[in-house]
């Protein structure tokens, strides 16, 4: 396991952008950006493999961008176009392995941060 450490979280109008970084102990495998709001179930947002290769949910597709700066060992999800529905607590997680097949599970991840709170009002 990495320690996991996420920031760059606050509050924007709708239309407005964020990037969200997580600064991990150590070197990881596949990385993601995970959401929860309250009352709903973990959201996974963004993922990306060791070898670069991302993956979107479709409500984030061509507004969000998830990228790695593996010399850092930093997440990065750059959110634009913001809506009043992406408010929530955002968490960034990691697991072992090349590959990031069903990123979008959170059981899948052994390593999880605290989270930033993303809220954006309309």
Not at 32 to 45: I, M, N, S, T, Y
Not at 75 to 103: F, I, P, V
């Amino acid at each position: 396991q990495v320690q996991l450490v996420e920031s760059g979280g606050g509050s924007v109008q709708a239309g407005g952008s964020l990037r969200l970084s997580c600064a991990a102990s150590g070197n990881t495998g596949c990385m993601a950006w995970f959401r929860q709001a309250p009352g709903k179930e973990r959201e996974g947002v963004a993922g990306i493999s060791s070898y670069g290769a991302t993956g979107y949910a479709d409500s984030v597709k061509g507004r969000f961008t998830i990228s790695k700066d593996n010399a850092k060992n930093t997440l990065y999800l750059q959110m634009n176009s913001l809506k009043a529905e992406d408010t929530a607590m955002y968490h960034c997680a990691a697991r072992s392995g090349l590959y990031c097949t069903m990123w979008t599970l959170p059981q899948n991840y052994n390593s999880w941060g605290q989270g930033t709170q993303v809220t954006v009002s309309s």
